[in-house]
């Protein structure tokens, strides 16, 4: 196989400070093994990733987890990370942040928070997140980030038994004084692959949302920036993920293994390096994990051949693994994918609403 | 300066870059860079011109006349690029107008 050229440097970098979280969301990215936890990386370790990211090239940090505010040095972490000059984002459920801490994230220099949103009421939000409770200390966790003037991105986890409060959930957004709302849909790996009966929406719900979200883009043009991540199961073409394989970002895991993205652990036959053993630029550079799928050297047909073949990359690795049991296979989303015929007969088995299975929780 | 209300029109609105949005150097790619929530621009040459103008806030036609005293260009077709440049960048809430 011949030597790829150099990849261009990334501009993000996802940095999962820990796995523990007070919420048990029955659709959250981390592994579903959780049990095996290796120690977290210390304090002066993220400092270090943080620069050599910076000096890599990566513009944009995101601190996430589990739920980094569990993390007790959250502002330290920001402070170096702004040491090292990049634009630091929080990615948050906004449990555990008091007004005592945001003002010291404040202090450090923290540029923006995304928090999560489970629901639009309490009800649902506790049930979706497993946590009684939850949503009452969220909402006066938003105000206190908006009465400091942060700027705030509402992430909405959609799915079916949430998707028909979407006009409502939008407005909550705007109310709240969110500069953003990000309606993302689940996507299916990990925890959402387990409870994807209970959570796949229907295609009248998702053409539904599309009206919606049409709608509420006119109603709150220059007020509200919303980006909508439809149900990819139900589209044509697959999602551009991660804007192809190891070519825009970057994860690191809590024990410090640097990761394509965050589900690419599910693959079997990658190795991954850890930033204690290798510098992160080697591992971006030439890590096994990162070259395997580069470029278009690993893709079969349809998609090698595909007018598309720049545009969506062959679709997702983690998705061909977890439907099709192949990472080399075209997304299964395709309607040209081999696989498809898969994603279609889970279309057409959807469970009806007063059968849909109990979640599991992550926990 | 609260944001413009999303129907609400200004001819010489006032425009400034709300927090969370700054210009960066890029050291590695060697470009003037525009971050803000999950956003990171390169910026060619007119883009750095207009945002850089920006400071603490200022209005349209001043921010018209800077540039085209600066780029010895006619003001009728400067204003048209700024305004389109900063309508794109409002409707992300990169820069906000307000009226005062």
């Known amino acids: ?14 940095a999962e400070l820990t796995y523990r979280c007070p ?6 990215s981390n592994p579903l093994e959780l049990s095996a936890r290796d120690a977290e990386l210390d304090t002066a370790t993220w400092a270090r990733v943080f620069g050599e990211a910076a000096e890599l090239g990566v513009l944009q940090l995101h601190l996430s987890g589990g739920e980094p505010a569990s993390r007790r040095d959250l502002v330290e972490l920001v402070a170096a990370a702004r040491q090292a000059d990049l634009y630091v984002n929080l990615i948050t459920s906004g449990i555990g942040l008091t007004e005592t801490r945001l003002d010291a994230l404040e202090a ?13 009421r309490a009800g649902i939000a ?5 946590y009684r409770g939850g949503f009452d200390r969220k909402l006066a966790v938003a105000r206190a980030i908006t009465d400091r003037g942060f700027p705030l991105t509402l992430n909405a986890v959609m799915h079916r038994q949430n998707l028909d409060d979407l006009a409502e959930t939008i407005s909550f957004a705007a109310d709240l004084g969110a500069r953003r709302i990000e309606v993302a849909c689940v996507q299916f790996y990990g925890w959402a692959q387990r409870n994807r009966a209970a959570l796949l929406p229907t295609r009248a719900q998702v053409e539904a949302a599309k009206r919606t979200v049409a709608e509420a883009v006119r109603t709150y043009r220059g007020r509200m920036a ?13 999602k551009a993920c991660m804007g192809g394989w190891g070519s825009t970002g970057l994860n690191v895991a809590p024990e410090g293994t640097v990761l394509p993205c965050h589900a ?7 190795s991954f390096q850890r930033v204690t053993e290798v510098p992160l630029a080697e591992i971006w550079a030439k890590g096994p994990a990162f070259q395997k799928f580069r470029g278009h050297d690993w893709m079969p047909d349809p998609c090698l051949s595909c007018a598309r073949r720049d545009i969506d990359h062959g679709g997702c690795r983690c998705q061909a693994m977890a439907l099709a049991g192949d990472p080399h296979a075209t ?12 994603v279609d007969s889970l279309l057409a088995n959807l469970p009806a609403d007063d059968v849909l299975p109990k979640f599991v929780y992550r926990r | 300066m609260t944001p413009a209300r999303a129907d609400a029109v200004f001819a010489d609105p006032l425009i400034r870059m709300p927090r969370g949005v700054r210009l960066h150097q890029d050291r590695v790619r060697g470009l003037p860079a525009l971050l803000g929530p999950e956003r990171a621009l390169m910026l060619d040459e007119i883009g750095l011109a207009i945002l850089s103008e920006l400071g603490e806030g200022v209005r349209l036609s001043v921010l018209i006349d800077r540039l085209a005293a600066r780029y010895d260009a006619p003001r009728d077709e400067i204003a048209g690029d700024v305004r389109a440049f900063l309508d794109v960048m409002q409707v992300q809430r990169l820069v906000d107008y307000a009226d005062a």
Request: hydrophobic share 40%.
């Open chain 1, 126 to 130: 506790d049930r979706i997140g497993g």
């Open chain 1, 226 to 238: 919303i980006d909508f991540v439809p149900p990819d199961y139900y589209a044509d073409y697959p």
């Open chain 1, 264 to 270: 690419a652990a599910t693959i079997p036959e990658l």
């Open chain 1, 23 to 28: 919420l048990a969301c029955p659709y959250c």
């Open chain 1, 108 to 120: 450090a220099g923290l540029d923006h928070v995304q928090l999560s949103l489970q629901g639009v």
């Open chain 1, 331 to 342: 997304d299964p989303v395709c309607r040209h994918a081999p696989h498809r015929a898969l």
């Open chain 1, 1 to 14: 196989m011949r030597d790829l050229p150099p990849p261009p440097a990334p501009i993000a970098l996802l």
